[in-house]
């Protein structure tokens, strides 16, 4: 069964104290893999997309990286306002189909 | 500006009432999508359109209508079959169906019953 998992469910950093998110899955035939944040009440924002294997995508404080198994979303040096959820989800190998998400990991960053 | 916009932002529903959820892009995309968030749960799909007068059945369609009548308006209905419907919607697009196909989302519809 297609699944994506998220972890961890929520992660409560300093203000510049670096992380990751992980997201794990399990697909035939990996079409892509997305990173949305969602704010609370709004949503989801589209940050990244990855296609292959060792590939890497950067945006301000935030890079994602794709392997074979999972994906991870890294922080480096947070500020309050990345206080969000990320959602991570991939896009099967089948036409026509839609996303399969993960529940997401919510990051709190006090100052 | 080119966006989804969904409507109304709130919504309340009686029991055994029906009630219709608006999506409208002006992207110029082909592919819509509606989907089913509840708090702790990814989001689900409820149904998806690949092109006008064409819709299919997502992984959770048990309660819910849909029509494409037009390729900018995706209408979602919640009807009284549709026994837990409290949740928060979301519609998307995107410019097709295949690879490499970023799906865009709107600002969500918030169902509640009354």
């Known amino acids: 069964e297609d699944q994506v998992t998220q972890s961890p469910e929520a992660l409560r950093l300093q203000e510049g104290e670096s992380s990751s998110l992980n997201c794990s899955y399990t697909?035939?035939?990996?079409?892509?893999l997305f990173w949305y944040r969602q704010d609370p009440g709004k949503g989801p924002e589209f940050l990244f997309t990855l296609y292959s294997a060792g590939e890497e995508k950067e945006k301000e404080r935030l890079k994602a990286t794709l392997t074979k198994k999972e994906s991870f979303l890294h922080i480096t040096a947070p500020k309050p306002e990345d206080s969000a959820t990320y959602l991570c989800a991939v896009q099967r190998g089948q036409a026509g189909t839609a996303l399969i998400f993960g529940k997401g990991t919510t990051l709190s960053v006090s100052s | 500006d080119g966006g989804i916009t969904q409507s109304p932002k709130y919504l309340f529903r009686k029991e055994g009432q029906n009630v219709t959820l608006s999506c409208e892009q002006n992207?110029?995309?082909?592919?819509m999508y509606w989907y089913r968030q509840d708090p702790g749960q990814g989001l689900r799909l409820i149904y998806y359109s690949q092109i006008v007068n064409d819709f299919q059945k997502g992984d959770i369609a048990e309660g819910y209508s849909v029509s494409r009548e037009k390729k900018e308006s995706f209408p979602l209905t919640v009807t009284s079959a549709q026994k837990n419907p409290t949740a928060f919607y979301l519609c998307?697009?995107?410019?097709?169906?295949?690879?490499?196909?970023?799906?865009?989302f709107g600002a969500g519809t918030r169902l509640s019953v009354l």
């Open positions: 998307a697009s995107s410019a097709g169906t295949g690879g490499k196909n970023i799906q865009y």
């Open positions: 992207l110029n995309h082909d592919a």
């Open positions: 697909v035939s035939g990996l079409r892509g």
